[in-house]
């Protein structure tokens, strides 16, 4: 997660732990202490409140860090990392799991900070593209 920090409930108490047990995770949040807690490898991102500054920084740092890691899979959370997801996709040829946690089309009008014609077609596009190539959990 590019937005989220390592506190937010739905990743450090329902997601990291439900799948730490089965999976080797290693975990990309915002302002995350770097290292290895509770069988999850934890690599820091920097975090913007602007989404273009987000990918702008983390966007290269997640795909060095994947492709350093060679994952068997790739899950993500946020809307904003569905164009990466597919570029690492591509990359790998790795199966893609795309969490939807909130329906952005409907809070595009209410995401006044990063509302754009422009990031509202991206999003569109990506969220298409991701309903066709990604697995998807709702």
């Known amino acids: 997660s590019t937005a989220h920090p390592p506190t937010d409930p739905r990743i450090a108490y329902r997601i990291l732990p439900t799948l730490a047990p089965h999976y080797e995770l290693v975990a990309m949040l915002p302002n995350v ?66 969490e939807v946690h909130e329906n952005l089309y409907k809070k595009l009008d209410a995401k006044a900070r990063n509302q754009s014609s422009m990031a509202a077609w991206v999003f569109c596009w990506a969220d298409k593209m991701a309903q066709r190539r990604f697995h998807l959990i709702f």
């Not at 820091?44 to 350093?68: D, E, G, K, S």
């Not at 790739?74 to 996709?89: C, G, I, N, S, T």
């Open 33 to 98: 202490p770097p290292g290895q807690r509770n069988g999850i490898r934890y690599r820091r991102l920097a975090w913007f409140r602007w989404v273009w500054l987000r990918a702008l920084v983390n966007y290269p740092l997640i795909l060095w860090h994947t492709l350093q890691l060679r994952p068997a899979l790739f899950h993500l959370y946020d809307p904003e990392l569905l164009p990466l997801a597919r570029l690492v996709q591509l990359l790998l040829q790795i199966p893609v799991i795309y």
